[in-house]
């Protein structure tokens, strides 16, 4: 097919790519818990210093958040931020392999829209965001976890990261970080922290400004979830990738190590050439960067029977290729079911991605496949 341009379309002005706003819920709940805490306070004052409609409860626990349309039920709980207190449970850490040896949460819930959102199925009830006030809690329990953990403490080639804690397993802590201030407060903690630790976060945001000047002192990998251009338009609400891309030669550039999360992976139309082209750009971002601190994570797309119900009720239009007879069914070390890719497939995506990353970012260090 022959694109004809007529003039007016030869000088009309190009469409300026997309940008993304910061979130702004439509309510903001708050527990009487949240309130005893200086860190839930602040969060409230943020909230009401950008104009919105807060909520104070009478009780600390969330109701009137289900509906039996999954779509509306989806739709308010999106729109909505409860600022809470993580339970006790919450202090006693789980390892969280191949990433770190620890998972700490500051929040669970994220406000983006990703078709394949790996949330799906693993937190209960709706999709609500929800913020924790008790951060002095978290952040004191993380000391006796330092020297522990099967991941990073344990291996000989990501030794050097010390005790890694991953805080951005249940959350998006970027995306929500102009509403709770959490983010920075942790970045400082692990600045301060004089112990070979690392604090690690995986982003879909690129709203990094207040992070540049903080005193991080190298202890915090900032990680940016990326994608093939075709397998980004599944990602609603989040910063278009090329701003991604930008905030991470941003940080890179504040002395951060940073890092390259691609996942999920698709087989997407002509997925070595998109591929590639994601890489080249991520090359680009970092081009005057001397000697970057890169790690590159590679993870697959795959589901479960469960996550497959909830986001198909929550995106009953999605075109994401989550057809049963197009994948290899698997037991999980749990015993659980989960799809994934062809054999032949995963093995031609992986010896296609780990030599093109080797070619435009030979500094890059893979740390898995999975």
């Known amino acids: 097919m022959t694109l004809v341009l007529t003039e007016e379309a030869e000088t009309r002005p190009a469409a300026k790519p997309r940008s993304a706003r910061l979130w702004r819920p439509r309510r903001v709940l708050v527990t009487p818990a949240a309130l005893d805490h200086a860190h839930g306070r602040q969060i409230v004052a943020r909230a009401e210093h950008l104009g919105l409609p807060v909520e104070r409860l009478k009780s600390n626990r969330l109701t009137g958040l289900r509906d039996e349309n999954p779509r509306r039920a989806y739709a308010e709980a999106k729109a909505t931020l409860a600022v809470v207190t993580a ?25 983006a829209h990703c078709q394949y959102c790996y949330l799906a199925g693993s937190l209960s009830g709706p999709p609500v965001t929800r913020a924790y006030a008790n951060l002095d809690a ?23 990261e010390g ?21 920075s407060a942790v970045i400082r903690h692990f600045g301060a922290w004089d112990a070979p630790v690392q604090l690690r976060f995986t982003t879909k945001f690129a709203a990094v400004g207040p992070l540049l000047d903080l005193p991080h002192r190298g202890r915090t990998r900032i990680r940016f979830s990326v994608n093939a251009a075709a397998a980004a338009r599944y990602e609603g609400g989040t910063a278009p990738l090329a701003q991604r891309l930008t905030a ?8 951060y190590p940073v890092g390259l999360t691609i996942a999920p992976i698709l087989p997407v139309e002509d997925w070595p050439d ?11 971002a970092l081009a005057d960067v001397a000697r970057p601190d890169l790690t590159v994570e590679l993870i697959t797309h795959r589901f479960t029977p469960g ?8 995106y009953p239009g999605s075109d994401l290729p989550m057809r049963e007879a197009e994948r290899i069914r698997k037991l999980t070390k749990f015993g659980s ?10 093995k031609a995506m992986r010896a296609h991605l780990t030599e093109r990353i080797a070619l435009r970012l030979p500094a890059a260090r893979i740390l898995y496949w999975t």
């Open 248 to 255: 991470m030669g941003a940080v890179a550039r504040a002395g």
């Open 307 to 314: 996550s497959k119900t909830v986001l198909e009720g929550w």
């Open 87 to 111: 339970p006790p449970t919450k202090l006693k850490l789980q390892p969280i392999p191949p990433s770190a040896d620890w998972r700490f949460d500051l929040a669970e819930g994220c406000p």
């Open 138 to 160: 978290i952040l004191g329990n993380l000391e006796g976890y330092l020297g522990q953990g099967g991941v990073t403490s344990a291996s000989e080639t990501r030794a050097g």
């Open 337 to 346: 079911v989960k799809y994934v890719f062809p054999s032949d497939l995963m």
């Open 274 to 284: 998109a591929y590639d082209a994601l890489l080249r750009d991520a090359a680009e």
């Open 163 to 183: 005790t890694t804690f991953e805080a951005s397993c249940y959350t998006d802590p970027l995306g929500i970080e102009h509403l709770t201030g959490s983010l």
